[in-house]
């Protein structure tokens, strides 16, 4: 890109690298990992609970269902020692049939209870979470829309997409699930406990002294289970990258191109190949993990049947057969809440590391911004639409403190109305001017002026909502031309949309189509030429109707039958305001007003076509070339003699 620094990039270290998130597949060393290298945030734990500030009541609700459903889940083992002991064996031998008609009412109340109470927790930790999700995503996409084109240009787009579905993804799932789970965890661990120690503490000890078993058996076998879930999310990652890969519109054409489909089919089919011997050894993990918890499920009231057996042949206990079996009811219920409080601490871990990294981003500053001062752009006068750069001085800001400037001390002025042109060798700064004008970039030294106003001291939506741009890289989106075109003026009639499409010579093109202005342009327009495209892209900046207008090789790109219609319909959306070409093809800009050669950061020479030809400089030079470059076809160019 002409106006890039030489050797330098806009790349930064640690920019670069897979995004991060929540690590798939349960994978718990690999997240310890990831959540090492999350940023420090000071005062993390406070700006975290400032999140949650707007929902305190549902919290607080939340917090006092998570300790009454765990409490009650104790409370039938405790009601089934009484059916058994008071209900169906009472002491004088018949059973008590209004007695066990209570107790079992009060069993079935209590879980019906407890079933209601869980749908409602669950309905209020759904709505905090994802509210606070909804909202910290919404934060962080205002937030990074208000970032400077330098953040765009050293940060992949995976980095910033990650950042919005994966760690916002991820701190939804955290709120939703660890909060509640630790306290329900804690309160039924507790409970569990008591009720075990209040109903036999004898069978109690072996029932603790058995646990720790079955805790580090889990451990082992969900350790294997992560490295092959973690090595299946793998996979699938490649899987998915070659999808992209080759079945995007720019893939699937290179690989016609180049007559590859066999060799992509191979390469996804081997990569599938693996995937299908991943998932069944995933499955197979998973099924020896539940033989193996099937297993001590089974062996620990066993072994409490057993050891209840001795105590009552020894006469060291009165317990009774209610006892025994209220007892294994809440031993049963003791596991999988210890099980989940083992992961709790790397979830609460893991959601301060997802935090953290999307703080990080809230807490970046936009190097550009409104000064508290900034006013509008001055209303029609004899100043509108003029641009002048006075001394300007320019560095990209991941340039070395070393490296010349991209702009050394540049000096011009146009005037409104006029077509301005600047050229000049490729990296010679001519499109660090078009990023200076709109301020995409704060110049080191020096003044912007539009219309007779540093650009510092205007409000930069009232600046660009008078500057329209046509790039080389015309992008659309996948949506119809009258939405591309609406882009620019949403509330446009179909008579606005017309006009500005007859202006760019492309309406007859669009009504050609079977569904005129209702067709959809693909991919990032991929089902329109070259030529086509950049006229909507002209279309959609008549629109606008800005007073300045700049053209960033905006015909570069094309075939010289392209090149002289969009020329045409540039021609036209030019007429009447200041025009800025940056141009490569000194034949689009030869009937320029005023043409500025920059060379080295600096504009060097600067007049008309027939001037500077006449100077024998470095327009002329570069001119020179053109006219010996051959065509595309091969032969020489006759019809533009500058290509």
């Known amino acids: 890109m002409s106006g890039m620094h030489g050797g330098s990039s806009p790349r930064q270290a640690g920019q670069y690298g897979r995004p991060r998130g929540r690590v798939s597949g349960g994978d718990a060393v690999a997240q310890r990992a990831e959540n090492a290298q999350a940023p420090r945030i000071p005062n993390l734990l406070r700006r975290i609970g400032s999140l949650f500030a707007p929902h305190r009541r549902d919290l607080s609700i939340t917090v006092v269902l998570v300790f009454i459903s765990a409490a009650l889940s104790v409370v039938p083992p405790l009601l089934v020692q009484r059916a058994f002991d008071e209900g169906l064996f009472p002491p004088g031998g018949n059973p008590n049939l209004p007695r066990l008609a209570t107790l079992v009412g009060l069993m079935i109340g209590i879980y019906l209870g407890s079933q209601l109470l869980g749908v409602w927790q669950t309905w209020l930790t759904a709505t905090v979470g994802n509210s606070v999700m ?35 993804g991820g701190v939804a799932s955290v709120l939703t699930n660890t909060i509640s789970s630790l306290l329900g965890n804690v309160v039924t661990v507790i409970a569990a406990l008591v009720a075990m120690l209040l109903l036999n503490w004898q069978l109690a000890i072996v029932a603790v002294i058995l646990m720790p078993i079955l805790v580090i058996a889990q451990r082992r076998v969900g350790q294997v289970r992560a490295r092959i879930a973690s090595k299946t999310q793998e996979s699938l990652s490649d899987m998915t990258a070659i999808t992209q890969e080759t079945l995007s519109v720019s893939g699937i054409l290179l690989s016609k191109s180049f007559t590859r489909q066999p060799a992509e089919i191979r390469r996804y089919s081997d990569e599938n190949d693996n995937q299908v011997r991943l998932q069944v050894s995933q499955q197979m993990s998973g099924q020896w993990f539940f033989a193996m918890v099937s297993i001590f499920l089974s062996s620990i009231p066993a072994i409490v049947y057993l050891v209840a057996g001795l105590l009552m042949g020894n006469g060291m206990t009165d317990i009774t057969p209610g006892t025994i079996v209220a007892f294994t009811t809440v031993q049963s219920r ?18 301060s590391a997802l935090f953290a990294r999307i703080f990080q981003y809230l807490d970046l500053t936009p190097a550009i911004s409104d000064a508290p001062a900034a006013g509008d752009v001055p209303a029609a006068g004899e100043e509108t639409g003029r641009v002048e750069f006075d001394a300007v001085t320019f560095a990209y800001p991941d340039a070395g403190a070393d490296s010349r400037p991209t702009l050394d001390a540049v000096s011009f002025r146009i005037e409104p109305g006029q077509f301005a042109a600047f050229v000049g060798p490729s990296g010679a700064g001519k499109t660090t001017v078009s ?38 890289e015309t992008y659309l989106f996948h949506a119809t031309i009258a939405e ?113 050669v920059v060379d080295g950061g600096r504009v060097v020479e600067k007049g008309t076509h027939a001037g500077l030809l006449a100077a024998n400089g470095v327009y002329a030079h570069l001119y020179a070339e053109q006219i010996t470059e051959p065509s595309p076809s091969g032969l020489r160019s006759t019809e533009h003699p500058a290509e």
């Open 334 to 351: 003791l596991l999988f809440p210890l099980l989940g409080l083992m992961r709790v601490a790397l979830d609460l871990q893991t959601s």
């Open 134 to 168: 909804g909202a910290l995503r919404v934060r962080l996409f205002t937030h990074l829309q208000s970032m400077e084109l330098s953040f765009f240009t050293k940060t992949k787009t995976g980095i910033i997409q990650s950042r919005l579905q994966n760690d916002v």
């Open 435 to 472: 990023y200076l004008i709109p301020r995409f970039y704060e110049v080191s030294a020096g003044r912007v002026l539009f219309s007779g106003v540093d650009v510092r001291d205007l409000r930069q939506e009232s600046l660009v909502s008078q500057i329209g741009i046509v790039s080389q």
């Open 484 to 596: 591309n075109l609406r882009y620019a003026k949403p509330d446009a009639t179909d008579a606005e949309l017309e006009v500005a499409a007859r202006s760019a010579s492309i309406h007859d093109t669009i009504a050609s189509f079977p569904d005129g202005y209702a067709t959809v342009v693909g991919e990032r327009g991929y089902r329109l030429s070259g030529g086509e495209k950049q006229r909507i892209a002209i279309a959609r900046v008549l629109l606008k109707d800005p007073e300045v207008l700049i053209l960033d090789e905006a015909t570069s790109a094309l075939d010289s039958i392209s090149e002289r219609i969009v020329q045409t319909a540039l021609d036209t959306a030019s007429r009447g305001r200041t025009t800025i070409a940056i141009a490569h093809r000194l034949s689009t800009i030869v009937s320029a007003d005023v043409i500025f």
